[in-house]
Nanobody, 114 residues
Framework: VQLVESGGGLVQSGGSLRLSCAASQLTFDIYAMDWYRQAPGKQRELVASITRGGITNYTDSVKGRFTISRENAKSMLYLQMNNLAPEDTAVYYC?????????WGQGTQVTVSS
């Protein structure tokens, strides 16, 4: 199983980025999918999740700014991030979960300058 994130980078405060996660070698449409992030010196935190049926959930700090979506036909997961702030700076990870199986991507760096 492979999860490969892309789309990270350096952006100014108030800017936007779209993260993508390409999944391979798993039955993508049965997995719940999540985006996590980890800032330097902090624990990894759940940012957004989407169920196999498309129900979404967000941590409070990103509600109204981030949108998680999935495209099952292409085994792709996305995170549209708008109005980015310096506190969004972190490594963002894609995560697939179908109990008891779960998989992680390698992460993509997002840096927001003030």
């Amino acid at each position: 199983v492979q999860l490969v994130e892309s789309g990270g980078g350096l952006v100014q405060s108030g800017g936007s980025l779209r993260l993508s996660c390409a999944a391979s070698q798993l039955t993508f449409d049965i997995y719940a999918m999540d985006w996590y992030r980890q800032a330097p010196g902090k624990q990894r935190e759940l940012v957004a999740s989407i169920t196999r049926g498309g129900i979404t959930n967000y941590t409070d700090s990103v509600k109204g700014r981030f949108t998680i979506s999935r495209e099952n036909a292409k085994s792709m997961l996305y995170l549209q991030m708008n109005n980015l702030a310096p506190e969004d700076t972190a490594v963002y990870y894609c995560h697939a979960n179908f109990d008891p199986y779960n998989y992680w991507g390698q992460g993509t760096q997002v840096t927001v300058s003030s």
